[in-house]
Nanobody, 123 residues
């Protein structure tokens, strides 16, 4: 499975961006998917995950209430709507496909990764 992430960019604090991640084939529709991010000098961290049905979601505490993850299996695409962005959200955002059907926060359980898209939030 190949993943293509897009939608990153430069935005002012308080602004919004919508990330998309499209999978190359339908295999991903039976698996959970997730978004991770990595800021300069920091380790990659879990941001949000969604189960294969789209009804189960998980978020890291720092983005709860601001980010919304969703997916459209008919389009093999996952989304991350990011509102009220903060400078601390600046990072390269990666999408990934989980080995399992339910989302997890552990990167080791994700076996396909996209190339990353840069999100920069200015103060």
């Amino acid at each position: 499975v190949q993943l293509q992430a897009s939608g990153g960019g430069l935005v002012q604090a308080g602004g919004s961006l919508r990330l998309s991640c499209t999978a190359s084939r339908r295999t991903a529709s039976n698996n959970a998917m997730g978004w991770f991010r990595q800021a300069p000098g920091k380790e990659r961290e879990f941001v949000a995950g969604i189960g294969w049905r789209g009804s189960t979601t998980r978020y890291t505490d720092s983005v709860k209430g601001r980010f919304t993850i969703s997916r459209d299996n008919t389009k093999n695409t996952m989304y991350l709507q990011m509102n009220s962005l903060e400078p601390g959200d600046t990072a390269v955002y990666y999408c990934a496909v989980n080995r399992l059907s339910l989302p997890s926060t552990t990167s080791e359980l994700y076996h396909y990764w996209g190339q990353g898209t840069q999100v920069t939030v200015s103060s």
